[in-house]
């Protein structure tokens, strides 16, 4: 069983919040419930340890049980807000749940700078990671084997590679992974490799490569014509109030402060 994230504060933290150029002073005490998505750990984690720092007064929980359980729970009334990296289905919006986005989580996919292939269609990256393609050669790079490197089972990213790219239990990995660097550093010691990573993770010591003509960026992925990317959404119960405390997290998530925590967690702020 997943255990629920507490992240609390004693109670002499002090109720202020740097902010670039000073400080802001809090009043908000009680308590916020999240539940959903696994992925969403990072950077919610990130707003909620912030958001105490700056109310001393409240405690903040994170139950990473996944998607469709937090949407359940926010819809139940077990949790002030659910937390979904995909959109909601149209039958989930009419119990009366609304989402909004974060952020978008834009996955790169990744070779070797040696690699001169610059572009694969999305069906090409479904066929390579479940094995149908298996030679550079077929898709326009040099003879070679192509060797596939994934994160392992569990992993955010992963589960958002294979769901976008309809591949769920068919990748066929060479090496699963523990951490997106593993994954970067190992991809660019091998000519032969492809990989995935969060965009914002991507250094120069690999290629992030086109899918479909179009190159991953802030851009592409804010505009939607990168594809290989999913939402990280805040669902709420419509007729259903926000207590004061959830609700000030709810409006510190999408504030301006709250940007650079969202980037830093290798995501691209919705607003």
Same mark, same amino acid.
Not at 24 to 35: H, P, Y
Not at 70 to 88: M, P, W, Y
Not at 206 to 234: M, N
């Given at each position: 069983?997943?255990?629920?994230?507490?992240?609390?504060?004693?109670?002499?933290? @002090? @109720?202020?919040?740097?902010?670039?150029?000073?400080?802001?002073?809090?009043?908000?005490?009680?308590?916020?419930?999240?539940?959903?998505?696994?992925?969403?750990?990072?950077?919610?984690?990130?707003?909620?340890?912030?958001?105490? !720092?700056?109310?001393?007064? +409240?405690?903040?929980?994170?139950?990473?049980?996944?998607?469709? &359980?937090?949407?359940?729970?926010?819809?139940?009334?077990?949790?002030?807000?659910?937390?979904? &990296?995909?959109?909601?289905?149209?039958?989930?919006?009419?119990?009366?749940?609304?989402?909004?986005?974060?952020?978008?989580?834009?996955?790169?996919?990744?070779?070797?700078?040696?690699?001169?292939?610059?572009?694969?269609?999305?069906?090409?990256? @479904?066929?390579?990671?479940?094995?149908?393609?298996?030679?550079?050669?077929? +898709?326009?790079?040099?003879? $070679?084997?192509?060797?596939?490197?994934?994160?392992?089972? $569990?992993?955010?990213?992963?589960?958002?590679?294979?769901?976008?790219?309809?591949?769920?239990?068919?990748?066929?990995?060479?090496? !699963?992974?523990? &951490?997106?660097?593993?994954?970067?550093?190992?991809?660019?010691?091998?000519?032969?490799?492809?990989?995935?990573?969060?965009?914002?993770?991507?250094?120069?010591?690999?290629?992030?490569?086109?899918?479909?003509?179009?190159?991953?960026?802030?851009?592409?992925?804010?505009? $939607?014509?990168?594809? +290989?990317?999913?939402?990280?959404?805040?669902?709420?119960?419509?007729?259903?109030?926000?207590?004061?405390?959830?609700?000030?997290?709810?409006?510190?998530?999408? &504030?301006?402060?709250?940007?650079?925590?969202?980037?830093? @967690? $290798?995501?691209?702020?919705?607003?």
């Amino acid at each position: 069983m997943k255990k629920i994230m507490r992240f609390a504060f004693a109670a002499t933290l @002090a @109720a202020t919040m740097l902010t670039g150029c000073g400080s802001k002073t809090t009043t908000v005490s009680g308590s916020v419930s999240t539940d959903g998505s696994t992925s969403m750990e990072k950077v919610i984690g990130g707003l909620g340890e912030s958001f105490m !720092e700056a109310n001393s007064g +409240v405690t903040f929980t994170y139950n990473p049980t996944g998607s469709g &359980s937090g949407i359940t729970a926010v819809s139940e009334g077990r949790c002030d807000i659910g937390l979904s &990296s995909r959109n909601l289905k149209e039958e989930e919006k009419a119990k009366g749940l609304t989402e909004t986005v974060l952020a978008y989580d834009g996955i790169a996919i990744i070779i070797n700078p040696e690699n001169e292939v610059e572009d694969l269609s999305m069906e090409q990256v @479904a066929k390579i990671f479940t094995g149908e393609i298996t030679n550079w050669k077929d +898709v326009g790079g040099k003879d $070679g084997e192509i060797v596939l490197i994934g994160r392992e089972a $569990g992993s955010g990213t992963r589960d958002g590679f294979e769901s976008i790219t309809k591949t769920e239990e068919k990748c066929q990995y060479r090496q !699963e992974l523990t &951490s997106t660097g593993d994954v970067i550093t190992t991809v660019s010691q091998n000519p032969n490799a492809i990989g995935y990573a969060s965009l914002a993770s991507v250094k120069d010591t690999v290629k992030a490569i086109k899918v479909d003509g179009i190159a991953p960026s802030e851009t592409t992925i804010k505009d $939607g014509t990168y594809k +290989v990317q999913r939402p990280f959404v805040l669902v709420t119960k419509e007729g259903t109030e926000l207590s004061e405390a959830a609700k000030a997290f709810y409006d510190f998530a999408f &504030s301006d402060e709250a940007k650079e925590i969202i980037v830093s @967690a $290798g995501v691209v702020p919705a607003n």
